[in-house]
């Protein structure tokens, strides 16, 4: 085992010890062992501490040439999964994409700095994120939301779940992970609160729902209790917790059937786009989210076109309301 495989492993088990998602926890050692597996190709680097900025800044010029899929940790793999039959296979890699990887190495090199002390200098302090240009996400209308709703057939079981799961992530601004994790001793029907606890960090907060929803979430509560004694709100048909991937896709091929692209995501977007152009304030809808700071909520989702910044503006005009 080389130097920078061990301090990868020892950062991979501190990780764990955070209870960080599993999603995060692939993204970090995907990454990490493929700019391991550059360092030792390019520079024959094995130790930790012979890493330099310009070592980082040479990767990323790498990155944005390399193409898709063309390097892989292990090499073996390319029997399994045929990357080159994929119809991306080395197209240029989005700056969101390397964005991620540089996020991650300077996770993994400020752990090592900070944390244990394992390196005199940290390569990254000088290391710029490479910018990204984000793009507009698309609100969808009430008229596109009513389409996808009448793809799901309430009569069965998986199809009135998905439904009800559908319009509790629109109403609340919850992420998917949370929703799916619900039991149902987690609402308190006269406050309208659910205490959510995120699959990430396991810290707890509350979201809120409509009176709109309130008897939609009884009703299904009594359906689901006829046909499962799972203590999962919205189970498989088996009683397990239903799996994020298998809502998205279930999602995913709702909208599809009416041509609207849809993801669980979006739903949480969706929904804070809505919250604020129906005259919420960014603090409340921080807290809701989940967000560390107001800066976080504006950052990561409230980027509006030019037409509902519009509209907006003429509901709270200086002049429209002043009688001059």
């Known amino acids: 085992m080389t130097d920078f495989e061990f301090q990868l492993d020892n950062f991979m088990l501190y990780c764990s010890s955070k209870n960080l998602s599993r999603k995060t926890l692939a993204s970090y050692e995907q990454s990490l062992k493929l700019f391991g597996k550059y360092l030792q190709d390019e520079f024959q680097i094995e130790d930790i501490k012979k890493v330099q900025s310009g070592h980082i800044r040479q990767y990323i010029k790498y990155l944005r040439t390399r193409g898709k899929y063309s390097v892989v940790n292990v090499e073996e793999s390319k029997q399994k999964n045929f990357p080159e039959h994929r119809t991306d296979y080395k197209k240029e890699i989005s700056m969101t994409t390397i964005a991620n990887y540089i996020r991650n ?15 005199p200098k940290n390569p990254v302090e000088s290391i710029n994120n490479p910018k990204v240009q984000r793009k507009v996400k698309k609100t969808l209308t009430p008229d596109e939301i009513k389409k996808v709703l009448g793809q799901f057939d309430t009569t069965a079981f998986h199809g009135y779940r998905n439904y009800t799961i559908t319009r509790l992530l629109l109403d609340t601004g919850m992420r998917v992970g949370e929703c799916l994790s619900l039991q149902p001793e987690a609402f308190d ?41 799972s203590p999962f709100l ?7 917790q239903l799996e994020v991937r298998n809502y998205e896709r279930a999602l995913r091929e709702a909208g599809e059937r009416v041509g609207i692209h849809i993801h669980p995501h979006q739903l949480r977007n969706n929904f804070a786009k809505y919250y604020i152009l129906n005259n919420g304030d960014w603090f409340s809808l921080c807290r809701i989210l989940g967000h560390s700071s107001v800066e976080v909520t ?27």
């Open 105 to 119: 190495i300077k996770v993994f090199f400020n752990y090592l700095y900070s944390v244990e002390r394992e390196i």
């Open 298 to 324: 504006q950052k990561a989702y409230l980027d509006f076109t030019d037409e509902e910044i519009g509209k907006k503006y003429q509901k709270h005009s200086p002049l429209a309301f002043m009688d001059i």
């Open 234 to 240: 919205f189970p498989t048909t088996r009683g397990t």
């Open 189 to 229: 029907f006269k406050h309208k609160s659910i205490l959510v606890t995120n699959p990430k960090n396991s810290q707890q907060r509350y979201v809120y729902f409509s009176f709109k929803s309130t008897n939609e979430i009884k009703q299904w509560m009594r359906h689901k209790d006829r046909y499962s004694d």
